[in-house]
């Protein structure tokens, strides 16, 4: 009998979504002292750039926890700034999604299929930042 | 004990994807005869433009099916003409993407779930018009 996740395909969006929660939920393991992560800058080599807006990796953790949260749990509210910045997205849209639902449908799918990629990098770099300070290298 | 169902919150996308499936599932278990949905134009009254380019409920029916496939087992190729209605779309959106991933996660996540909702809503138009069609009425 396979497992659910080797019946996925590589490409389901289901199991990139899977994938970022266990890249989370290990990372929440592994992090016992998240406050260690304070003031330590992202690794601007990464090729992903999830929560440019953190100022520290310790903003990036609390990032990547909310994210998962709102795939498991549901959507909330964004907060102005963010709200804005949808809004502003939409609007660059708004002649476009006059197009079918199948366009539109592959169209988020496909991106956040890609976010959630770089999501899970994020998280796995968080991770692998964190056993760095504290002197454990994989 | 909750059923993994209702400890999901509405608003979750995991929940409207399984909401989805659940829709065509149901549409397929209906639909003996899915050709007696041929000719059959889509009803222009929903509020949902689902398969706009689909010339009858027939390839409505076809389309909702791929859709489902796509979201159960991965990602595929977009044909010539979609591929190109999806580039027009990330083009427009290209100043936009260097946005941080945060913004571009909800965008996406909330784009997919309102194209889902409309998709759930036109599967089952279709399985109600079927079941008009064959002259049971609900």
Redesign the interface.
């Known amino acids: 009998m396979q497992s659910a996740e080797t019946k ?8 990139a ?1 899977r994938r970022y929660s266990a890249a989370v939920h290990n990372m929440e393991q592994t992090i016992l002292l998240p406050s260690l992560l304070r003031e330590v800058p992202p690794d601007d080599a990464l090729d ?6 953190a100022s520290d990796l310790y903003q990036s953790y609390l ?1 990547l926890k909310a ?1 998962r949260n ?6 909330i509210p ?1 907060d102005d700034g ?1 709200a804005k ?2 809004a ?3 609007k ?2 708004e ?2 999604l ?16 890609s ?2 990629g ?2 899970t990098k ?1 998280s796995q770099n968080v991770t692998e930042k964190y056993l760095d300070i504290i002197g454990i290298s994989k």
């Open positions: 996925l395909n590589k490409n389901s969006l289901l199991l979504l992903c750039d999830a929560a440019e807006d990032l994210i709102t795939i498991d749990c549901g959507l964004a963010k910045k949808n502003a997205l939409n660059s849209l002649p476009l006059e197009e079918d639902a199948e366009v539109l449908f592959h169209f988020h799918l496909r991106g956040l299929f976010v959630i770089n999501l994020k």
